[in-house]
């Protein structure tokens, strides 16, 4: 678009009273992925900070980092300049999303504890108790490393409907994709999750 | 979802920090800067490309409301408003030419009466007359002068009910004649959408009252019908194969390309802007030449592009 504009026979450009960042929002309406560059270029050290100082976790600040430019890249229009910089957008964006994360966690934690305290409560005895609580940690940290291994864009689905008590459609709309799509994930992740944990065991037994 | 529009309240409870005002954003991101980790750039560009490939715009029109919904929602809060003036506040003399915030609705009710008539296809008794938008509200707006603020009030918001429901009987794109133009009964939705929402500005400014923010698929809506109304319509005699885009910031923005071109050239002038000034231009709140724009490439084809956006504003 810029190359063509300029080989047009008048040329000439003429600013009156618009926000600084308004050039870089129209870019990225109108598709040009040099313009998300440009926004990652400015503002990716202050998002992925906030996040992580938020969060305490680098790898959820690079999570909350890529949706945040994600989000831009696909709703540009949501950035409204006459309430605030593109700055102070993504601040709050990203702000938002790290205190969902802590959140989640904190929920996960919660659930952790109780389903480890009603574990310990049934009649298999201290032995059997002990094994038990082994076998289910064994089982956890499995299950951590292997959803470590999926993709980002079905770990996060995966993340939102089991740790985040999401449904389809919550996860849909925090995705911003389609209830189909989310389900689609959702079903492959479960599914690469089985086969990472099965593999090893598969693999024992031969 | 758009931070800008939602409450900075969100803190449940001691499990997680609350959520940030957006003034204290900068602040907040400034002292926490920590550079990403190297590949993340990449790894974000691979993703992005995969959920909107480059150079795919978002059109303008995308996620609007219908024109039924935008003008009944338009219509709703201008009640609102009303039912919480105070007798002082309705006289309160605004900044249009019928006077009074009385005067004003009394107007608006004339117009939804004249726009329900146009819709049973009443035709008009003097068709010069029918030109002139403030003189077909008069009558019926001096039919309500004795009534009280309130009653005034419900009488207008009855007249728009009573349009909206004669627009929902027929398809969006049944032809009718509003002043003598002919328009489908979605444009003359939008329209009537422009007109509630200027004077809703009109009584706010009255009163000293913060202007009403439109919502995303609204604007989106009425921007994107104006500009598909007018799109065509605009071209320089001297050079009519130069076209435009108008590229619309802000909650229902987006891209569109306006004039008559052969297939796959590039617009010739690209023009960018706020999408609620560039509606205030269209409802003549706001004049052409002081609309906040930036202008790349031939300029000859703004001032006859923001010309043709007015042409329908109906005051």
């Known amino acids: ?206 | 979802m758009n931070p800008h529009d939602e409450s900075d309240d969100m803190n449940d409870g001691d499990t997680a920090p609350p959520d940030i005002p957006i003034c204290a954003a900068d602040a907040l991101i400034a002292a926490t800067a920590a550079p990403a980790p190297d590949d993340l750039a990449e790894r974000i560009a691979a993703t992005a490309a995969t959920a909107r490939p480059a150079g795919r715009m978002i059109a303008l029109g995308t996620g609007a409301a219908q024109p039924i919904d935008a003008f009944c929602s338009t219509a709703l809060e201008l009640r609102a408003l009303l039912l919480e003036l105070s007798d002082a506040e309705w006289h309160a003399p605004t900044r249009t030419q019928y006077g009074t915030v009385r005067d004003l609705v009394a107007h608006l009710a004339g117009s939804e009466d004249y726009c329900t008539r146009a819709m049973a296809r009443v035709p008009a008794v003097d068709p010069v007359a029918d030109f002139d938008h403030p003189a077909c509200s008069r009558e019926v707006a001096a039919s309500l002068a004795e009534l009280t603020n309130d009653e005034l009030g419900e009488a207008w918001f009855a007249l728009s009910t009573t349009f909206a429901e004669a627009c929902r009987n027929d398809p969006d794109t049944v032809p009718l004649s509003l002043h003598q133009l002919p328009m489908s009964i979605g444009g003359a939705l939008v329209l009537r959408t422009f007109e509630l929402w200027a004077h809703t500005e009109d009584i706010c400014a009255a009163i000293g009252r913060p202007l009403p923010r439109l919502d995303g698929p609204r604007l989106s809506c009425m921007a994107s019908r104006l500009v598909g109304a007018i799109g065509s319509l605009v071209r320089l005699p001297d050079a009519p194969g130069i076209t435009g885009r108008v590229v619309l910031l802000g909650p229902g923005g987006g891209v569109a390309d306006f004039g008559v071109a052969a297939t796959g050239e590039a617009p010739g002038t690209r023009i960018v802007a706020d999408i609620v000034d560039y509606c205030r231009v269209a409802s003549r709140r706001i004049s052409a030449e002081d609309l906040p724009r930036s202008v790349t490439g031939d300029d000859r084809l703004v001032a006859p592009f923001l010309a043709a956006t007015s042409m329908f504003a109906k005051d």
């Open chain 1, 1 to 206: 678009m810029q190359s063509d504009l300029l080989t047009a026979s008048i040329v000439r450009t003429t600013d009156t009273g618009l926000h600084p960042d308004t050039e870089l929002l129209a870019r990225l309406l109108e598709g040009d992925s040099g313009a998300l560059r440009a926004a990652y270029a400015c503002y990716s050290s202050l998002v992925f900070g906030l996040a992580r100082r938020v969060t305490s976790s680098a790898s959820a600040a690079e999570d909350i980092t890529q949706e945040v430019f994600l989000q831009l890249w696909e709703r540009p229009d949501a950035v409204d300049l006459s309430r605030g910089s593109l700055r102070s957008y993504l601040g709050v964006v990203t702000h938002r999303r790290a205190v969902d994360a802590v959140r989640r966690a904190s929920r996960a934690r919660t659930r952790d504890e109780r389903a480890g305290w009603e574990s310990n409560t049934t009649s298999l005895g201290i032995e059997g108790g002990v094994v038990e609580r082994d076998e289910q940690a064994r089982r956890t940290r499995q299950l951590r490393e292997a959803i470590d291994t999926l993709p980002a864009d079905q770990r996060r689905a995966l993340e939102l409907a089991y740790f985040g008590d999401c449904t389809y459609r919550e996860v849909a709309t925090e995705l911003g994709i389609p209830e189909g799509t989310a389900k689609s994930r959702l079903r492959l992740a479960i599914a690469k999750l089985r086969d990472l944990i099965d593999a090893p065991e598969r693999l024992a037994q031969a």
